[in-house]
């Protein structure tokens, strides 16, 4: 078989879904080389004929995510006739869903892509991400739902955008040895505030390749180890005194702190809303 295994991914909306999925279960599998054919916005029987086409010359597998009958059907007896496997990725999803609610799906593509209040909250959010990295803007810090704080490079920026995309305001302050942290951080009632720290070595390591990709000198306090280590000590330290909680991000993916991050910004209101309840 050429390149390897193929898979094809075919949908009628963007195809986020199914390339999320195929990611999450790819990585159980080592040493596996694959092809993707991406197809997303099939929505005719013509650009359905040439998906199949496509599948006829390169045999693998299909995952798909179509909510319409009739190419839904296409797309299974094509493929049953190629005899290649094919999944349906949400039905299961779906099924389950329509069985406990007891009601049937509305069978409509690509509506978690409409231009809804949602959608809007999730472009604010990013507004507010980008408007607020590095220390920036600190006098709307109240108007954040997270504050990251951390040194350099222990992955602030990356992991606010991407709560960004989850419809969460969150702005990022470093950790600098010498400069003082700004007051309104302090002055901030509603947000969650989370320290961001990394194993020093890695952190150094990377420092020394970003100096190195932006042709500094890296014979600097930046990436010495022992200043490097007192720097990361001193800012859990900072944390602990303000009773911040801490994530270390050293074996995390961004996708995985932002977790961590949601799962303690849930905790956070739901002690706000309890001492609001008390209070009245």
């Not at 080389?33 to 997303?40: I, Q």
């Not at 490097?228 to 996708?255: F, M, N, Q, Y």
Request: net charge negative.
């Amino acid at each position: 078989m050429d390149g390897g295994f193929h898979l094809h991914l075919v949908s009628d909306a963007t195809g986020e879904t199914l390339n999320s999925v195929m990611r999450a279960c790819l990585v159980q599998f080592e040493g596996i080389a694959v092809t993707e054919h991406n197809w997303p916005l099939i929505r005719t029987q013509g650009q359905l004929d040439r998906v199949l086409k496509s599948i006829a010359q390169h045999p693998g597998l299909v995952l798909y995510t179509i909510v319409n009958d009739k190419l839904r059907d296409s797309l299974v007896s094509g493929c049953r006739a190629l005899q290649v496997p094919i999944v349906p990725v949400l039905d299961p999803v779906i099924n389950a869903m329509a069985l406990h609610f007891g009601t049937k799906a509305r069978g409509l593509s690509g509506r978690q892509h409409e231009l809804d209040a949602e959608y809007f909250d999730r472009i604010e959010a990013m507004n507010f991400a980008l408007n607020h990295d590095d220390g920036q803007s600190a006098r709307n810090y109240d108007e954040a739902d997270v504050i990251l704080v951390g040194v350099s490079r222990s992955s602030k920026t990356p992991t606010c955008i991407y709560l960004a995309n989850r419809g969460i305001k969150a702005a990022n302050v470093p950790i600098v040895p010498g400069c003082p942290l700004p007051p309104e951080l302090f002055q901030a009632k509603g947000p969650l505030i989370v320290g961001l720290t990394k194993d020093s070595s890695q952190l150094v390591q990377i420092r020394r390749n970003r100096m190195q990709m932006i042709a500094r000198d890296e014979d600097s306090e930046y990436v010495d180890p022992s200043v490097v280590k007192e720097e990361v000590a001193a800012a859990r330290r900072l944390c602990g005194e303000h009773g911040w909680p801490v994530i270390d991000v050293t074996r995390r993916s961004i996708e995985e702190t932002a977790a961590t991050v949601i799962q303690m910004l849930q905790m956070h209101r739901d002690k706000i809303d309890a001492i609001g309840d008390d209070e009245t």
